[in-house]
């Protein structure tokens, strides 16, 4: 079964800055789709960023983006210029190309000083 | 357009009960997923439904199930409810259940079994 580790459990970065935020994933498949969600304190879970494993070009969304190593199976995130609504649980995620299932890590509570 | 909706906000049980949730998908979205955020196991997927059909299940007992209207609405039902159930039940809407498609969630229903 596929499995996503967080090894992070908290991180810090002071406002402007920049962070990077790990993830690793356990897979047998070749086909598959990798997400980094934020939950912030109202719980509502909001995609951050995604990538499809078939896509060797990492993914960028503003601010956000990713570090894909495929052969490594890791998942980095990379906030720039970070700001105080920044400040959440971010959880990486994955999904089969095979089915709905998707399997999240235990997530970073990042934490932005001013 | 409104966001997904889940109602109710909180809810509290003893053992034994059974228990209804409901999630409003974003209007148009026709895949309905629920997930299980507890601090112990993370957030794990019980099951997403779309056009009224479940698609695909987790490894949840068969004390969890759910439904889908046809108006893409979808309820979850826990019977003979644990203590372990307690946990905040999140539900996500998406517009075809693409697997690379983004996940709308919503503020979830934070129960607690006593």
């Known amino acids: 079964a596929q499995t996503v580790t967080q090894s992070q459990p908290e991180m810090s970065v002071q406002e402007a800055e920049t962070v990077t935020l790990s993830c690793t994933y356990d897979t047998s498949e070749s086909d598959y789709y990798l997400f980094w969600y934020k939950q912030p304190p109202s719980r509502q879970m909001i995609l951050v960023i995604r990538?499809?494993?078939?896509?060797?070009q990492n993914a960028t969304e503003n601010r956000f983006s990713v570090n894909f190593q495929k052969a490594a199976k890791s998942f980095s995130l990379k906030i720039s210029d970070s700001q105080l609504g920044d400040a959440a649980m971010y959880f990486c995620?994955?999904?089969?190309?095979?089915?709905?299932?998707?399997?999240f890590g235990a997530g970073t509570r990042l934490t932005v000083k001013p | 357009k409104a966001g997904v909706t889940q109602t109710p906000r909180y809810l509290i049980k003893t053992r034994g009960q059974q228990v209804t949730l409901s999630c409003s998908p974003i209007?148009?979205?026709?895949?309905v997923s629920w997930y299980q955020q507890t601090p112990g196991q993370g957030l794990q997927f019980l099951f997403e439904y779309f056009s009224e059909t479940q698609r695909n299940k987790g490894n949840f007992p068969g004390r969890f199930s759910g439904r889908q209207f046809s108006n893409s609405r979808s309820e979850m039902n826990v019977s003979t409810l644990e203590l372990g159930d307690s946990a905040l039940y999140l539900c996500?809407?998406?517009?075809?259940?693409?697997?690379?498609?983004?996940?709308?969630f919503g503020s979830g229903t934070q129960l607690s079994v006593l």
């Open positions: 996500a809407s998406s517009l075809d259940g693409v697997l690379n498609e983004k996940l709308f």
């Open positions: 990538q499809e494993a078939y896509k060797q």
């Open positions: 209007s148009g979205h026709r895949s």
């Open positions: 995620a994955y999904r089969s190309a095979l089915n709905n299932d998707m399997r």
